[in-house]
Nanobody, 115 residues
Framework: QVQLAESGGGLVQAGGSLRLSCAASRSIFSINLMGWYRQAPGKQREFVAQ???????NYADSVKGRFTISRDGAKNTAYLQMNSLKPEDTAVYYC?????????WGQGTQVTVSS
């Protein structure tokens, strides 16, 4: 079992930046994949970014070049650096961890981008 706690959300103007953090309750060295998803009002949850244990990263086309995912094993934390934010990035952002067949989610953090 692993608990995930997101933080760092908030209100920002278009063009601004935020960094989201996802703190895990135990070491993330054994977690195969950590990722970020988001859900806007009235829409389905969608993939944003992921980082695999070997450091490989993948991004949704809508955030490529603007968002960067990283992980710090010493702090048991994953991050999502979000730059050049747009109003359409407004959503609740969820941290995800996958280990084998197990799939864990955080409670989410709200990101609101004003125009």
């Amino acid at each position: 079992q692993v608990q995930l706690a997101e933080s760092g959300g908030g209100l920002v103007q278009a063009g601004g930046s935020l960094r989201l953090s996802c703190a895990a309750s135990r070491s993330i060295f054994s977690i195969n994949l950590m990722g970020w998803y988001r859900q806007a009002p009235g829409k389905q949850r969608e993939f944003v970014a992921q980082i695999i244990s070997d450091g490989t990263t993948n991004y949704a086309d809508s955030v490529k070049g603007r968002f960067t995912i990283s992980r710090d094993g010493a702090k048991n934390t994953a991050y999502l650096q979000m730059n050049s934010l747009k109003p359409e990035d407004t959503a609740v952002y969820y941290c995800n961890a996958q280990q084998g067949w197990d799939n864990y989610w955080g409670q989410g953090t709200q990101v609101t981008v004003s125009s």
